[in-house]
């Protein structure tokens, strides 16, 4: 029964599409564009129909309710907002987003309105529509809301209606706490109205400003600082800020410069073009002028291993955290950055240059283990006579902090012929020339200075060691042994089974510090300020069929280190010194058991270490 009626749906479908296709004959005049609620009411009371909320991610959950003792004009209802108090474990902020998940027709309105009132005078940080945890893209909003303890209506007016005909976006909200206080706020009568008495003013793109660019194909850049404006039913002029969508971007020149809907403007060619907007056919004040030099030369691309390397800024390396690389220091900075990404090479480059600061103090950067500093800077323009670049290091002292009254600094100057324009100097500083920094532990800043040198272009900022300077702490684990087990005794080592019950410290009175760390995840030996340390066995142990003692070691500060094997009954030690420091990184050393004599090999007991500086050993073992 269920297979005939199967059959007979087929048929049934496949006649009816037939006659669909031959009797209808579709005439495009009898489509009708589908229609989409124009209802203006988000808020009167009650959710209107289809509205949801959703909470923004680190706010409050709960920070919104539905409040029913206190609402506009004495109605049923109104949106309360509960802001938390700074530090508060529930999160950081009250705000969410109102929307619908079928778009409506807003077009024939011209702002969204609504009451509002708080328990304190406020300021709410951004408060709009359009945002529908999609696309967003014809958001509005207004930034710094004043509100105070009695009811007043408000108003965001909507920058083009016509753009407006599928929005989900209805509402949302964001605030923090006052002066880390947190209060209660109530919005009520939330819709949107055809008010007629709002006069749009000219719109702005780059903030009104007129900006001229230097760049190269490849390069992109979003035109930012969108706003509209508009002349208020009280007088005042309001600024809203917007989405580029409400925006249409021109270039003079597609040729040199290309801009796409969201105002992302791409540099295609060489010469000249300005990109320019306008919102419902009104020209935006501001304009983008791009002056292109056609192909980027980019800087060589760093070739040193990334553990001898730490990184201010460079896409060769991951960079350490950093604070901000242009700290716009008012009131004497005149330096602007316009920096730029090209075939995903990001370039840092200062404009109207005086001086400016690279700021990394959370953690500050140890470079006692480094030797040099590098910095690849690019001079677009001509080098007048008397022209200097200064480069300069703030170390912020033990405390770490900068201004704590321990903080010192060095400048190592370059000029001509070192400056050259229109090619990549590679500046590979010895840190040694910053002779005035008390210490390289806690550096905190670097700091450009410039006379007659106006822009320049900066890239793979990084400090290296050369291999001259040994690390205090090394970087990696010693080398992995890969001897096969049957051929070894271990005493210490993650890659074999140590002899049972060794004593890794014992007291012999010594002052070394001994402890265990781990190094690139791997178990190692730790003897700060060494003057002797030993290593009591679990139990008496014949090496005398092993053929070597190994065993790597690291320092930085030694200038003495012996390695001792003690045998029992009677007691009787042997040294053999080591070198150090052969290399700046781990040493491997295989020893000759017989170097060892007259130690007797069949009743090894201890191993002792003595010299001074801090060690670091690993992988120590009898082996074939």
Known sequence: ?????????????????????FSCQNDPNDFEEATYSK??????????AGLNFSSYGGAVVDAFQVDADVAYNNSA?????????????????????????????????????FWAKSTVAATIDVVGFGNDFGDNKYQAAINGLQISTVWRKYIIPIPDPSKLTQEKGMFFISEGPENGNGYTF????????????????????????????????????????????????????????VTPAYFTFTSSNPAVATVDEQGLVTTVGAGTAVITATVNGVEALGSLTINSSGEFVHADTPTRDASDVISIFSDAYTNVPVNYYNGYWQPYQTTQSADFTVNQDNVLNYTNFNFVGIEFT?????????????????????????????????????DGALGGGNDTNATVTFT??????????????????????????HLAQLIFVGANVTNFYADNIYFYNDGSVISPVPTTAA????????????????????????????????????????IGGNNTLKYAGLNYQGLQLGSATDVSSKNFLHLDYYSANSTALNVYLISGGPTTEQLHALTVPTTSGWN??????????????????????DGNGDIYLDNILFRN
Not at 3 to 11: D, E, I, P, S, V
Not at 39 to 47: Q, S
């Open 186 to 241: 109530w919005i009520d009568e939330v819709r949107f109205e055809k008010l007629g008495t709002i006069n749009p003013q000219q719109p702005q793109i780059l903030n009104g400003q007129n900006l001229v660019q230097t760049a190269y194909a490849g390069v992109t850049n979003t035109i930012a600082g969108l706003v509209c404006a508009f002349n208020m039913p009280n007088g005042i002029n309001q600024i809203v800020n």
């Open 416 to 441: 001509a012929p070192t400056l050259v324009s229109q090619n990549w100097i590679s500046l590979n500083i010895p840190l040694a020339q910053f002779a005035a920094l008390g210490g390289r532990a």
């Open 1 to 21: 029964m269920k297979r005939f009626k199967t059959q007979l749906a087929y048929q049934l479908s496949f006649w009816i599409l037939a006659f669909a296709f």
């Open 362 to 398: 959370s953690p500050t950067i140890d470079a006692s283990g480094m030797s040099h500093l590098h910095i690849d800077v690019y001079i677009p323009n001509a080098i007048p006579a008397g022209a200097n670049f200064q480069v300069q290091l703030i170390d912020a002292g033990a």
């Open 39 to 48: 209802n203006p009411e988000v808020f009167i009371d009650t959710f209107s």
């Open 479 to 518: 080398p992995a042994p890969s001897y096969a087990p049957g051929d070894v005794i271990s005493v210490f080592s993650d890659a074999y089974t140590n002899i049972a019950g060794s004593d890794l410290n014992p007291n012999w009175g010594q002052v070394t510090v001994a402890s265990q760390v781990a």
């Open 588 to 609: 491997s050393v295989d020893i000759p058991l017989s170097q060892f004599a007259p130690v007797n090999l069949a009743n090894i007991i201890q191993l002792k270490f």
């Open 77 to 113: 209802a109104s949106m309360r907002f509960d802001v938390p108090n700074v530090n508060d474990p529930a999160g950081s902020y009250a705000g969410g987003s109102f929307y619908t998940s079928v778009g409506r027709d807003l077009t024939q309105y011209d702002a969204l309105t």
